[in-house]
């Protein structure tokens, strides 16, 4: 390894891995760019032009900001479902299919729970989102703690199991007899749905991730059970023999991950879609769980991950409208930013 380490010093190929992370961060971004800008240049667009046009779309409009902000929405919930499981070194990658049951089990308050007091309506579902979300991402870290099961493996395989299994009720027992033979619901009633925000598509749900993320920030900084959180995610053993109840930690944490996957579900469903559908998720899950690694874990830097995604998908639809480029544009420039991320991380690594 020495020999390397001096080739790269003698042509000048080592970078500062003492920037600060932030610094590095938008490094990433801006030779993913650059390498999508040649990208466009193959394929016969024009890079500038391009750029240009995606920021008119998202940040040089109204509606384009409200856009951003409805996909970050959920983007945040999801990234936390993945960071909170992350402080105790679990690998949650069931978001989508959390989010999924988090969403069945609102739309299940809204279509059969009727109550005199419409004010209830919106916490109920919310509650119900939070879990069925929950109680799906339990059984994943039950069966790691009695079985031995690994949580990628479960977490990972329940995504498509809870797909399938929302599938049933939509084209089953809950599908609109008026809806002319589409497989959704029948729309929610007014009491269910998150009001929306001036004449935008951004709805009330915008308060969820806010409170979410300062909920974690403060756990995690400001009390002791964040500091045990390090403590169970760093080394296990000596959390265990000093105490900790490890197996708890590991349980809750997970818990409150998969329930804010579901309460992500509840504001797709009462905030956007109206009913419940399938495909209803776009991915979401996984890309929170991108989002969340790009942010290293951290809720107040999962905000900026969130907004770059949301960015970068809003940007891809408006290429794919005005520039006639496909939707997959923008999944190349997501993964162009993730490779660049974690080769600094890498790089990070050998450094030290």
């Known amino acids: 390894m020495q020999y390397r380490s001096t080739f790269r010093q003698a042509y000048g190929l080592t970078l500062d891995m003492t920037a600060p992370p932030m610094v590095r961060s938008f490094l990433s971004v801006g030779l993913a760019l650059v390498v999508f800008g040649l990208f466009l240049l193959i394929v016969g667009r024009d890079p500038i032009d391009s750029l240009v046009t995606v920021f008119r779309g998202t940040l040089g409009s109204k509606v384009g900001m409200s856009e951003v902000s409805v996909r970050m929405v959920p983007l945040v919930l999801t990234a936390l479902a993945t960071a909170i499981p992350a402080r105790v070194g679990l690998i949650n990658v069931g978001g989508e299919g959390q989010l999924y049951i988090g969403a069945w089990a609102a739309t299940g308050v809204a279509l059969h729970l009727g109550t005199g007091q419409t004010w209830l309506m919106l916490p109920l579902m919310a509650a119900a989102g939070l879990v069925g979300g929950g109680l799906w991402a339990g059984g994943a870290v ?140 776009h991915n979401l899950g996984f890309l929170g769980f991108l989002a969340s690694w790009l942010a290293g874990h951290n809720p107040i830097t999962i905000v900026a991950a969130c907004f770059l995604l949301a960015l970068i998908f809003v940007g891809g639809d408006v290429l794919q409208l005005s520039g006639g480029l496909p939707s997959s544009a923008s999944l190349i420039l997501v993964g162009l930013v993730l490779f660049f991320v974690l080769g600094f991380r890498r790089s990070e690594r050998s450094t030290a």
């Open 142 to 281: 039950l069966l790691r703690n009695w079985r031995g099961v690994n949580e990628v493996i479960t977490t990972l395989l329940s995504n498509y199991v809870a797909i399938l299994f929302v599938n049933v009720f939509v084209f089953g027992a809950w599908k609109n007899s008026d809806g002319f033979g589409y497989p959704y619901t029948s729309d929610f009633e007014s009491a269910a749905i998150l009001s929306a925000i001036g004449v935008t598509r951004l709805h009330l749900g915008l308060i969820m991730p806010v409170l979410a993320v300062a909920a974690c920030y403060l756990v995690f900084a400001r009390t002791r059970w964040g500091f045990n959180m390090r403590a169970v995610g760093g080394n296990a053993e000596a959390a265990r023999r000093r105490g900790i109840p490890v197996g708890k930690y590991l349980i809750v944490a997970m818990i409150v991950g998969g329930a804010l996957a579901g309460l992500a579900g509840m504001g797709e469903v009462s905030g956007i879609q109206h009913h419940l559908r399938p495909g209803i998720s």
